[in-house]
């Protein structure tokens, strides 16, 4: 019997035996540094010369491991594999496919902490950021499973007099996964699992800044007996088979989160039908956000300070979901602001090994970029804290706030992904919203007021997919907050909700005359 589905809980690292095996899980990551680790292509491991280098972004020196690259021949023997296996995986019975995916689901769980820790070497995550990516990948799998078997029979539909009639759902076929480095087992784990739970197969292509992590997971995927060819592990540089993947005429959909500027590219080049493509393909995206955290006169000022600090700054400020932007009415402006940057002088940043709030970001490329923009909002707005940089051991930024900005700042309108806050203040509720909604982006944001009124206009006027009232704008939770954005933060179709299976169904009407 599968029980119902309840989120995974976080480990309280306050408990000293949690602490005790995080640290030993830690220790025992460092055995694999240095390994390679081979493409896997219908269940064949495949190791070229050509490797990727995955170096531990709090010692930029130290290479976690390597991974295999993989070529355009590589890409269409991956092709082949998960075409022949979808003739026999497509045919399972919905619920054999969810309760499969169920043991790896356990099988994660029991082996929690070395997916975790791995996490913190790969990607620099602190402890907390690292168990609660893995906890939401194990999230994505038992949820979606659940969902899958509520759709195994189709839907009811009606009956006329001398006609049966049936409305059900089938898999589509092969399609590509491109995953992310920073949620790399979460996103990664969602994406490639809910397709193959709906019984297509996958190429996966993880982002070369953390690919060991995903590699973990297709150990499960063999360990728990997953048919050779479902998923297709094909590391490699984007441009070399990325493009190819998209285009290929055997490419059905297409899963992918990253920047603005390549999702828009995916989204283009998916568009165009190949030579020998008999199907449109479906192109799920998300594509990052400006998230805005609107305090307004009547708000618990503590409250609006700690939620603008966490949401700005949690690993490193490096969520799609991040809070960058804080816009206050100008009556309490000063005191929120004042408030932020006192619990911002108390975040400690490190090495994550050592239990630090912050770690480093992800790569010389993001260090270089983010530290552009503390160049340019020191010419737009007011430094209050942060602003330095340190990259002479590992890519470290200090937190850093901006007040006084212009609502229409670069800092205020492109995306950071790094510990990066702009401050600006409006006069009235209306200007608020106009000013959080004054970007190209519409993912997540949260209003921090005890006017219901405000909360309420809010709701309708706030043009984000996912919208809190008196928390902060990060930390969707599986099953309880859909996720996915508006405008060109993405196509909205909100992963972990009731409806996300679809993307990965065809629905078919078979009418019986009798």
Known sequence: MVLPYSAEP????????????????????????????????????????DQI???????????????????????????????????????????????????????????KHEFSALMVHEAGKPWNEADGDTNEGIDFIEYYA??????????PVLDREGEHNKYFYQPMG????????????????????????????????????TPLISYKLMEVFEEAGLPKGVVNFVTGDPGVIGDYMVDHHKTHFITFTGSKSTGLRISE???????????????????????????????????????????????????????????????????????????TEELTVGNPVDETYMGPVISRKQFDMIKGYIDIGKGEGTLKIGGETDDSKGYFIQPTIFADLDPKAR??????????????????????????????????????????????????????GNLYLNRGCTAAVMGYHPFGG?????TDQKTGSPDYMLNFLEQKVVSEMF
């Not at 976080?10 to 000293?16: G, N, P």
């Not at 280098?53 to 709090?58: A, E, H, K, L, R």
């Not at 996103?187 to 019984?199: N, R």
């Not at 955290?293 to 609006?304: F, P």
Request: proline share 3%.
């Open 10 to 49: 976080a480990t309280d690292f306050t408990q000293e035996e949690n602490k005790k095996a995080f640290k030993a899980a830690l220790e025992n990551a460092k055995n694999d540094f240095g390994v390679k680790r081979p493409l896997i292509i219908g269940g064949e491991h495949i190791e070229t010369d």
């Open 53 to 111: 280098t995955s170096y531990n972004p709090s010692d930029k020196e130290q290479a976690v491991g390597h991974v295999s690259k993989a070529t355009q021949g590589h890409i269409d023997a991956a092709f082949q594999a998960a075409g022949e296996a979808f003739e026999t995986w497509s045919e399972w019975d919905p619920k054999d496919r969810a309760e499969l995916l169920i043991r790896v689901a356990a099988i994660i769980r029991r082996r």
């Open 146 to 155: 659940r969902s899958m078997m509520e759709l195994a029979d189709g839907k």
């Open 174 to 209: 092969t399609g590509v996964t491109i995953s992310p480095w920073n949620f790399p087992f979460a996103i990664m784990t969602g994406t490639t699992v809910a397709p193959i739970i709906a019984g297509n197969t996958v190429l996966l292509k993880p982002a070369e800044d």
């Open 269 to 343: 080049r998916a568009s165009v039908v190949q030579e020998g493509q008999h199907f449109l393909k479906r192109v799920i995206t998300e594509m990052g956000g400006k998230d805005t955290i609107i305090v307004d006169k009547t708000a618990d000022l503590d409250l609006a300070a700690d939620s603008i600090v966490s949401s700005a700054f949690g690993f490193a400020g490096q969520k799609c979901s991040a809070g960058s932007r804080a816009v206050i009415h100008e009556d309490v402006y000063d005191e929120v602001l004042k408030k932020a940057v006192e619990l």
């Open 411 to 464: 800092i205020m309108q492109e995306e950071i992904f790094g510990p990066v806050v702009a401050f600006a203040k409006a006069k009235d509720f209306d200007e608020l919203l106009e000013i959080a909604n004054n970007t190209v982006y519409g993912l997540t944001g949260s209003v921090i007021t005890n006017t219901r009124e405000n909360w309420i206009k809010a709701q309708k006027k706030f043009h984000v």
């Open 486 to 490: 508006f405008k060109l933060s993405g």
